[in-house]
């Protein structure tokens, strides 16, 4: 069983619409990183957790450390928030999800 | 802001060549990471150090090696490509608990 789960795995949305994604581990962390990458390849961090939420524009994530779990939510959806969202926890290294590719279309 | 630049995008090798990818970081931060990517594994780390002419392995280092001779630049080697080292390999640096990732190599060895 991998130590971090993600789901779902793939998820298509209409511009617009509210989309969660969801973060399981089974370790111990220090932290919670939510990462985006965009056909190309290249990663960006969006948000660190510890504990509670927090926002970015669009984007809210919160976590909740008892229950070993994470999302990420994105409100008012755009095709441009169309990437792999992945979800990393730090234990004495980074331990990554596989990803969640979201496809927002028009 | 934080700049970790790998120096390939795209890179298309033979099998039993010698391979260089290059990592630099404008941030002078001490800890350096090569991660490689493929589809339904996620990331995995290959090597990390923690200093200049420190290495550490990481969970998948068969078949690579790296060189950190300055603070800033940290090398992955493959030292004879083989075809299942086709992949993704991103370099990342860290400071308190925080990472900033490279724009990545797409690796294809035939």
């Known amino acids: 069983k991998n130590e971090v789960e993600q789901s779902p795995q793939n998820l298509t949305a209409q511009e617009g619409e509210f989309i969660t994604i969801n973060c399981s581990y089974s370790?111990?962390?220090?932290?919670l990183h939510w990462l985006q990458q965009h056909p190309g390849g290249g990663i960006v961090s969006l948000f660190m957790l510890s504990s509670g939420k927090k926002k970015h524009g669009r984007l809210i994530a919160t976590i909740n450390i008892q229950e070993k779990h994470s999302s990420l939510h994105i409100t008012a959806s755009h095709p441009r928030d169309s990437a792999v969202y992945i979800c990393?926890?730090?234990?004495?290294?980074?331990?990554f999800g596989t990803g969640t590719r979201l496809q927002v279309f028009p | 802001d934080v700049k970790v630049t790998q120096s390939s995008r795209y890179l298309v090798k033979r099998t039993g060549e010698k391979v260089f990818l290059e990592c630099v970081q404008d941030?002078?931060?001490?800890?350096m990471f090569w991660y490689r990517q493929d589809p339904g594994l996620g990331l995995r780390l290959i090597y990390f150090?923690?200093?200049?002419?420190?290495?550490e392995k990481g969970d998948i280092p068969e078949g690579y090696s790296v060189s950190r001779e300055k603070k800033e630049r940290f090398s992955l080697i493959l030292e004879s490509a083989s075809t299942n080292q086709t992949s993704m390999y991103l370099c990342?640096?860290?400071?308190?608990?925080?990472?900033?990732f490279g724009s990545g190599t797409r690796l294809t060895v035939v």
């Open positions: 990393a926890v730090l234990t004495d290294k980074l331990i």
């Open positions: 941030m002078d931060h001490e800890n």
């Open positions: 990342a640096t860290t400071q308190n608990y925080g990472y900033t």
């Open positions: 370790v111990g962390i220090s932290a």
């Open positions: 150090s923690y200093d200049v002419k420190m290495k």
